[in-house]
C-alpha cells in the first residue's frame, strides 16, 4: 500500500519560513509534485520534480521564495518556503503518479489534474498570519 505524510506544517508570522517534507512508503518519488489548497479555493500547483531530468518546476508565486527537493533515495520530498505571505496559507499536500512524469510542469497550472494523481498525502496546515 502506497503512503504519503507530509509534515512541517504550522503557524508563522508573515516574512518567516517552514520547512514541509513528505515521506513516500511503498512508492517512490522520483517525480513528486507539491499541491496547496487554500480555504475555499480549489487546488494549486506549487512546484514538482520532473524525474526524467530532475528539473525542478515553480509556479510563478513561489519563485525565488520556494525550494523544493528531495533525497538521494527519492523517499522523502522537501519544501522549504521563504518570505512567506498570508496568501500562501493553504493545507500543502505532496502527490506522485507514474503519469506526473508526463504533467509535469503543466499541471502546476492545471488543477483539475490533481484528482487524477494516484498517490496523495492529506496534507499539512501553513498558516501565514501575524
Known amino acids: 500500500q502506497v503512503q504519503l505524510v507530509e509534515s512541517g506544517g504550522g503557524l508563522v508570522q508573515p516574512g518567516g519560513s517552514l520547512r514541509l517534507s513528505c515521506v513516500v512508503s511503498g512508492f517512490n518519488l522520483d517525480t513528486v509534485a507539491w499541491f496547496r489548497q487554500a480555504p475555499e479555493k480549489g487546488h494549486e500547483g506549487v512546484s514538482c520534480?520532473?524525474?526524467?531530468?530532475?528539473?525542478?518546476y515553480y509556479r510563478d508565486s513561489v519563485k525565488g521564495r520556494f525550494h523544493m527537493s528531495r533525497d538521494a533515495a527519492k523517499v522523502t520530498a522537501y519544501l522549504e518556503m521563504n518570505a512567506l505571505t498570508p496568501e500562501d496559507t493553504a493545507v500543502y499536500f505532496c502527490?506522485?503518479?507514474?503519469?506526473?512524469?508526463?504533467?509535469?510542469?503543466?499541471?502546476?497550472?492545471?488543477?483539475?489534474?490533481?484528482?487524477?494523481?494516484?498517490?496523495r498525502g492529506q496534507g499539512t496546515q501553513v498558516t501565514v498570519s501575524s
Open positions: 520534480i520532473d524525474g526524467t531530468d530532475d528539473k525542478i
Open positions: 502527490a506522485t503518479s507514474k503519469r506526473l512524469r508526463d504533467w509535469c510542469p503543466s499541471i502546476l497550472y492545471a488543477p483539475s489534474l490533481f484528482n487524477l494523481l494516484d498517490y
